[in-house]
């Protein structure tokens, strides 16, 4: 199993980026993949999540609105989309999933597989 996030970098503030998640060596249609981050400091938190197969998704309260999420199951990779991003969204972002046997959706209240994340810098 590999989840290989990448697309990070230094941004200015009310700048977007956009995150890839790589995902491979499990059938990602009985699944869903999550996006975490971690500022310096402070407990992770969960952005938002997509069910591969339908493609439902779920966002944290918080991160509505300048994030999204979205999945490309031919490529096998999963998309965070920021926009008008703030100093405060400073962080190693990371993808996730949880691999039961009976599969998993939205949201993800655990997880078994993560990737190495992507620092993503908001400054000036």
């Known amino acids: 199993v590999q989840l290989q996030a990448s697309g990070g970098g230094l941004v200015q503030p009310g700048g977007s980026l956009r995150l890839s998640c790589a995902a491979s060596g499990f059938p990602l249609e009985y699944y869903a993949i999550g996006w975490f981050r971690q500022a310096p400091g402070k407990a992770r938190e969960a952005i938002a999540c997509i069910g591969m197969r339908d493609g439902a998704t779920w966002y944290a309260d918080s991160m509505k609105g300048r994030f999204s999420i979205s999945r490309d199951m031919t490529k096998k990779e999963v998309y965070l989309q920021m926009n008008s991003l703030k100093p405060e969204d400073t962080a190693v972002y990371y993808c996730?999933?949880?691999?039961?046997?009976?599969?998993?959706?939205?949201?993800?209240?655990?997880?078994?597989?993560w990737g190495q994340g992507t620092l993503v810098t908001v400054s000036s």
């Open positions: 996730a999933t949880d691999r039961p046997e009976y599969g998993s959706s939205c949201p993800l209240y655990q997880t078994t597989d």
